[in-house]
């Protein structure tokens, strides 16, 4: 693997994409430690050291790579792109233009993308303007110095102009390296802001009480769980397809074998971002309450602690099911049979058009079944180990492991892509 990619870098418009991105990437981690006009670096800081945080705002901090809590320019990382891809994937549902508009081929995907970067901006305004709002008061429970020193309108008004615009630049940051670089862009920026947290959080493991012993029952858990999402994420199950031949003029068409390759995981780590996602807002909730009131102590006993069995317990079903929802609106067998139909393609054994429809459902519920369970187990296990080893502010877990493994699969496949087209030998053998 070493010489395959010492070979990627003697290719010179390869190696040109390598630094570029790598060039990308840098600036992006430089980013976050910029703070936002208006914001005191030494107060943060001061927060960060004698308050902590809680888990609210854990996942969309490791997705900035730990700028959120800066109060950087990129405090909001690519979070709202993310959000705004997802919620205009599921607005095809319910909005049958944007559904024409995803059939519509490289067109209705130009638009599909303006569309989301018009919401993001929109997502990025409304959160900054909530992020600055709390900075002061919700942000750094327990903290008494103020983050953010004048908190007149026009200052946060310029701070929260600043961190939209800091969203803006991220955007355009992950386009530029999906164009001219390697690999998807918006992916990489997250593979850099998950990273980057990994090598503090070990070693603030290793200095503590019984620190080696945990660093190495964590370290080989680590590395279990990154064989697990390697080998599953790496699975497909192929079903067969011919294709019958057909004369066009003079010639003959058709003929041939394929597959319909059907990952495992069709959905990808997007169910565990809905389930954490759903339940922080309980936690929400209760932090603004009444701290005394009977709710608020259940939500804080039972909700937002990870040793709690109702917790596990809505976190393996909100991921069950999002693995489902998620996946019947990225694959729609219907539409399959349909193409397979009208180039002449069938299932051996399996009549054309809705028989092909069914099977394909069929085929789809058993695995999306197991794939579900997949991601349960990747983002409970870390969890529920962590807690009974009393590791509080750990910056990692299971879905942080899975996009980190993901996207290394996936840039280090397009590498390897490029360096077959050029003769070389690959890293994959």
Known sequence: MLSAFAQAFRTPDLRRKLLFTLGIMALFRLGTFVPAPG???????????????????GMVNLFSGGALLQLSVFALGIMPYITASIIIQLMRVVIPRFEDLHKEGQAGQSKLTQYTRYLTIFLAV??????????????????????IPNDSPLSLLITIVAMTAGTGLVMWLGELITERGVGNGMSLLIFTSIAASFPSAMFSIAGGAGGVAKFLIILGLVLVITLLVVFVEQSTRRIPVQYAKRMVGRRMYGGSSTYIPIKINMAGVIPVIFASSLLALPTLAAQFGDQSASWVQWIVTHVANPQSAIYITIYAVLILFFAYFYTSITFDPDEVADNMKRYGGFIPGIRAGRPTAEYLRYVISRITTSGAIYLAVVALIPTIVFAQMNITQLAFGGTSILIVVGVGLQTVKEIDSQLQQRHYEGFLR
Do not use: E, H, K
Request: proline residues 7%.
């Open 39 to 57: 914001v005191s670096y030494a107060n943060v800081q001061q927060c960060l050291a004698s308050a902590g945080t809680g888990d609210l705002l």
């Open 126 to 147: 409304l959160q900054s303007a909530v992020i600055v709002t709390v900075a002061n008061n919700g942000l750094f429970p327990g903290c008494a110095t103020p983050p």
